[in-house]
C-alpha cells in the first residue's frame, strides 16, 4: 500500500507540485482577490525568516498588514525584520524569537503576546522542520513532532480566544502533500516504533496538521481555519534536509514567492474567508486530504484519541498561571527585535 501511495502521489507531484503545475494552476486564479489594504489587521507569521515564511510576511507587510514574525535564530530574524522594513516601507514589522520545539516557552510566549498587544487578526502556522535522526528535546518529545505538531497546536490553541474577539479572525497552516502518503498514527505519535525514517515522520506530522485543523474549525465557528500544501518549492529547508530531491528537481521546483501564494490568499483575500472553515489548499482550492483507494482515513475513535493526547502532552506543561509566568524576575516577555 505505501508503494502504492508513493507512486500516485509523485506521479500527481510532478503534474501539479511544480513550477509548471503552478504556472498552470494560476491561469485560473482572480487577480482581484490580492488587491486588498489589509492596513490596522494583525498578522503572526512563524518561520518568517527565510522561505515560504518570509516571502507570506514580505506579501503581507505591503499591503499595510502589522507583521509579528516568529522566528528561532535572532541574527536572522533581525536581518530578515530590516529587509522587509525596507522592501515594503512598513515599519510595522516586529520580530519575536521563540524556539516552536520548546514546549513551555510556547505556552509562555503566547500568553505574553495577548498581554503585551491589543489584536491578533491571522495566525499562519509555517515554521517547521524535518530531523532524519531520531532526538529528543528536555521535555522528552522527538523533536520533529515537538516543532511541527505540538508547537503548532499549543501556539493555536493558546491564540484561539484571543483570535475569536478579532475582525475576520483566521488561521492557516502549512502542510505539505506529503500527508497524503500517511495515516494518522495514534499510537506512535512519537515515532518509536520500527524503522526512524525522518521523512516519512515529517508527513505524519503533516497528516496530523489536517487533522487538527478539521477539528479546531469543527470547534471554533468563530474562526476560519485552513491547512494547505505549497508545492515543492525551492528553500533552503529542502536542500538542506532533501538534498537528493532538491538536486533532482532543479528548476522544476516552485520559487518561494509561488509557494506562498495560496499562504498570502488564505490570509489576505475575502474570497478564501467565504470557503468552507477546515479544508486543505492548493493553489488556491480546497483539495481532497487522501488520495484515491490509500485507506488513510481515521476513524472518529481514533481521532478523538489523537486529540485527548495532544491535550493532556499540553497540560503537562502549561505554566501555572501568576506563578511561572509572573515569577521572583518578573512577568515572562517574547524577546522582540
Not at 538542506?240 to 520559487?255: A, D, I, K, N, Y
Request: with cysteine; charged share 20%.
Amino acid at each position: 500500500m505505501s508503494m502504492y501511495r508513493n507512486a500516485v502521489w509523485f506521479l500527481n507531484g510532478i503534474h501539479q507540485y511544480t513550477r509548471k503545475g503552478y504556472e498552470i494552476a494560476s491561469k485560473d486564479f482572480e487577480p482581484q482577490d490580492l488587491n486588498v489594504s489589509v492596513v490596522g489587521r494583525s498578522f503572526m507569521v512563524t518561520g518568517a525568516n527565510s522561505g515560504i515564511g518570509r516571502a507570506t510576511a514580505m506579501a503581507i507587510a505591503k499591503k499595510g498588514g502589522r507583521v509579528h514574525m516568529v522566528c528561532r535564530n535572532k541574527d536572522k530574524a533581525e536581518e530578515a525584520r530590516a529587509e522587509i522594513v525596507s522592501e515594503s516601507g512598513n515599519t510595522e514589522v516586529y520580530a519575536h524569537i521563540l524556539d516552536l520545539s520548546e514546549i513551555r516557552k510556547v505556552w509562555e510566549f503566547a500568553e505574553a503576546f495577548k498581554k503585551q498587544y491589543p489584536s491578533l487578526n491571522v495566525l499562519i502556522n509555517n515554521a517547521g522542520c524535518m530531523v532524519h535522526k531520531r532526538e529528543v528535546n528536555d521535555e522528552k518529545l522527538e523533536q520533529n513532532f515537538a516543532t511541527n505538531t505540538m508547537g503548532v497546536y499549543i501556539l493555536t490553541q493558546s491564540l484561539i480566544p484571543f483570535l475569536q474577539k478579532s475582525r475576520d479572525p483566521r488561521v492557516i497552516t502549512v502542510s505539505s502533500g506529503g500527508m497524503l502518503v500517511q495515516k494518522l498514527q495514534v499510537d506512535d505519535l512519537q515515532s518509536e516504533k520500527g524503522y526512524f525514517d525522518g521523512v516519512m515522520v515529517y508527513a505524519q506530522n503533516k497528516r496530523q496538521q489536517v487533522v487538527l485543523t478539521q477539528e479546531w474549525a469543527k470547534a471554533n465557528p468563530v474562526i476560519h481555519f485552513s491547512v494547505m500544501h505549497p508545492g515543492w518549492v525551492d528553500t533552503l529547508a529542502v536542500s538542506t534536509s532533501m538534498p537528493q530531491f532538491h538536486q533532482m528537481m532543479g528548476e522544476r521546483l516552485r520559487t518561494v514567492e509561488q509557494g506562498a501564494d495560496t499562504v498570502v490568499w488564505l490570509a489576505l483575500s475575502r474570497a478564501a474567508a467565504r470557503t468552507r472553515s477546515g479544508q486543505f489548499f492548493q493553489d488556491r482550492k480546497p483539495v481532497p486530504t487522501h488520495l484515491p483507494l490509500a485507506w488513510t482515513h481515521s476513524s472518529t475513535k481514533e481521532i478523538q484519541t489523537f486529540m485527548a493526547k495532544l491535550e493532556n502532552m499540553a497540560e503537562a506543561v502549561k505554566p501555572q498561571p501568576d506563578t511561572e509566568l509572573n515569577g521572583p524576575l518578573g512577568p515572562y516577555r517574547p524577546q522582540v527585535v
